[in-house]
């Protein structure tokens, strides 16, 4: 590799266990890859051992560099010494007690080389503790910008173009802690291409001190991360703010739909009657009473697209409870979800459109405007909500294209449960969502085409959103816009072949999902399992 990247790995030093130190440095020293060199920055540590030590480990190899701090400032002012010596094109962070898998120098320098426009590039990783045994591997989705204002999921082992670090102003001390998220999220701001490696070549070393072993071990890294994403989403107008999130180390954007809005909520029914915790109710019509309590900023309308044999007293009821809101229009032909949807769309008037199944109801009173104001960010083409069965197992987290079918990754986790790394307590790109909850402005459900009513039954939706992301939009699932769908678990789907046919001589037949990853699913599967 004659034009091989060369790296700069800054790992900021202070009071360190020395064995684990030296386990450190050795799995640098072990790379194949041999262009680097490793800055190893003192931060004025008590301990008299460090910085001989560290003095030894420059002898034994000239690629080490040792800076000797001559006062304690914290993590982020070592890490800007180690910056202000650096000489490589790139910079690699690597933690004083933490190891660098074997081949990452390499594979991150494959990379680079294939894509000369990369700017940032992370990889997987797992945890390793102080016997040497690894666990908690984390597969990481590709780039998901939405993912990073709500956790700092990137981590480790990053990779930074050093001058678009030193252009952002490098590491910044009033956010310690979290200093790693802060950079992230200004780099990636400028950066042109953000690149996933799917391997875990780097390993968190789990000590009671360490955020790797408990959220609880860092409180005021928490705090540090939410200030770092409110200035980013102040920064860039993504975002009102940010406040902490339900899980730690989880931080939730806050975001306010304007009020010059007007929501379309379509509603596909032919008036159905079902049982819920041991009452029979109307489907549709509880659906739009839930609305008509949700708290939006804009105003409301609801689009019923009924069947010709609805029953007259629902419609009538439909029209007692839904006043001025309420727009019916009667679908006569035979069933076919995509044509209902888009004749509602068609007579509807809002600047976003809802559609919405008849047997979803909202959970909290701002569902409906969670899962709307992501949308004033331009590039967002749809939002998916967090549906919930009556028993409260998840029914919907975002769509899975993948593994030559179509599906619900996360089903049969619980309300309320985080899920693997935080996958359901932070908003975050995926594929697809379901078009039982689905949020989009009116230009952007024309612009596609609407819905394809050659797939009136299976894949509508799976096909809706992959005409999103073709035009170039970012899909969002949206943790906050919990609701009820209330079909049953055991509901088994009918797929016609013709279906099947259609959506993959349309599409091909899918591959790997870029945002939830085959080991993630495996994972999945063990831990409900109890593996």
Known sequence: MTDAPFFSLIVPVYNSDLRFLQEAIDSVRMQSFRYWELILIDDKSPNSEIVPFLRTQAELD????????????????????????????????????????????????????????????????DKVDELGEFSEAFFKPDWSPERLRNQMYTSHFSVYRRALVEQVGGFRSEFDGSQDHDLAL??????????????????????????????DAKPYAWDA?????????????????????????????TRTLGKGHRISVVIPTRGGTGTVNGVERCFVVDAVRGLLEQTVAGRLEIVIVYDTATPEGVLAELRRIGGDSLVLVEFADEFNFSAKCNLGAVHST?????????????????????????????????????????????????????HRGYGHPYQDYSLDDPGPFCALDVDREVSGVTAACAALRRTVFFEIGGFSEELPINFND??????????????????????????????????????????????????NDPFVHLRTRTMMRRERAGL
């Open 225 to 253: 991360g939410v200030r770092a994403v409110d200035e980013h989403v102040k920064r860039t107008g993504t975002g009102d703010g940010a406040v902490r999130g339900p899980w730690q180390g989880t931080v939730e954007v």
């Open 186 to 215: 200004r780099v990636t701001e400028l950066a042109r291409h953000v690149h996933h490696v799917p391997e875990v070549l780097y390993h968190w070393r789990i000590l009671p001190e360490s955020t790797a072993s408990s959220g």
């Open 462 to 511: 799976v096909d809706f959103s992959l005409k999103v992301r073709q035009a170039g939009y970012r899909i969002l699932w949206i943790s906050r816009a919990r609701l009820y769908h209330f079909e049953s678990r055991t509901r088994e789907a009918r797929v016609e072949q013709f279906e099947v046919d259609r959506i993959r001589a349309r599409w091909g037949v899918p591959g």
């Open 62 to 125: 000239e690629r080490i560099v040792v800076v000797e701090q001559a006062e304690n400032g914290g993590i982020s002012v070592a890490s800007n010494a180690g910056l202000a010596v650096a000489r490589g094109e790139f910079i690699g962070l690597l933690d004083h007690d933490d190891l660098l898998g074997a081949g990452a120098l390499r594979t991150a320098a494959e990379a680079l080389t294939a894509d000369p426009q990369i700017d940032y590039l992370y990889t997987d990783e």
């Open 350 to 402: 809002g600047d976003i459109l809802v559609m919405l199944n008849d047997d979803v109801e909202p959970i909290s009173r701002s569902a409906l405007e969670d899962l709307c104001a992501p949308l004033e960010q331009q590039d967002v083409g749809l939002t998916g909500g967090y549906l919930v069965f009556e028993d409260g197992h998840i029914q919907h987290a975002g769509h899975q294209y993948a």
